[in-house]
């Protein structure tokens, strides 16, 4: 019972460069989304995903991108890094409806030089 | 929209003392709150949460909250707080689903330091 799996948990990249952070979850949540953390501003929604073919855009959407093939997969794309990109992500999912509560991974570090 | 203001950036307080974190939120529709934990370099751990019924809200190790609709606030205490209780705490709010889903909106985190 693995939960919410993220890798990698740290990563240096240079100014300019692609990644996908990876995200995977085991426990047929309908509901997946990807945060990021910053000092004194909480978590902020990156994007989200309702099922497998549907996602949208949160609050801080630019320079990313997600898909979502799978019910168990939502992987995070940064598409050309900038330091303003330097963060701690964060995956979570649940299941639609009833709002029990997120599951979260436990972080992916990026640093962007 | 929904918002989380959490009016304390940081709280120092000694081992044994009571502690009060606050939060506020707005909100347009009906509202589940939560309270989630996050010890350092870890991931995000909940704590409590309300979703209906009694206002008064046990979670884990010793943490309680109190949901006050006409305050819009959903304060997190607890009566005697230990060394371990040091960590990072965040105060999320999330809508009844409808068009968005149940989105999770956190609030800015309050960072709690226990002192011997």
């Known amino acids: 019972n693995a939960g919410v799996t993220q890798t990698p948990k740290f990563q240096v990249l240079k100014t300019g460069q692609s990644m996908t952070l990876q995200c995977a979850q085991d426990?047929?949540?309908?509901?997946m989304s990807w945060y990021r953390q910053d000092p004194g501003m909480g978590l902020r929604l990156i994007h989200y995903?309702?099922?497998?073919?549907?996602?949208d855009q949160g609050e801080v959407p630019n320079g990313y991108n997600v898909s979502r093939s799978t019910t168990e997969d939502f992987p995070l794309r940064l598409l050309s890094a900038a330091p303003s990109q330097t963060s701690v992500y964060f995956c979570?999912?649940?299941?639609?409806?009833?709002?029990?509560?997120?599951?979260f991974g436990s972080g992916t570090r990026l640093t962007v030089v | 929209a929904q918002s989380v203001t959490q009016l304390d950036s940081q709280v120092p307080v000694f081992e044994e003392a009571p502690v009060e974190l606050r939060c506020n939120y707005s909100?347009?529709?009906?509202?589940?709150l939560f309270w989630y934990v996050q010890y350092p370099n870890q991931g995000l751990q909940l704590l409590l949460k309300?979703?209906?019924?009694?206002?008064l809200v046990k979670g884990i190790n010793g943490f309680e909250a109190e949901f006050n609709k006409s305050q819009t606030s959903f304060h997190l205490r607890k009566p005697s707080v230990h060394i371990s209780d040091t960590a990072e705490y965040f105060c999320?709010?999330?809508?009844?689903?409808?068009?968005?889903?149940?989105?999770?909106?956190f609030g800015q985190g309050t960072i709690l330091t226990v002192h011997p």
């Open positions: 979570a999912s649940r299941k639609t409806g009833g709002n029990y509560g997120y599951t």
């Open positions: 426990m047929n949540h309908e509901y």
């Open positions: 995903s309702v099922g497998a073919g549907i996602t």
């Open positions: 909100s347009s529709v009906s509202v589940y």
């Open positions: 309300y979703l209906s019924g009694s206002t």
């Open positions: 999320a709010v999330s809508d009844d689903g409808g068009t968005s889903y149940g989105k999770l909106t």
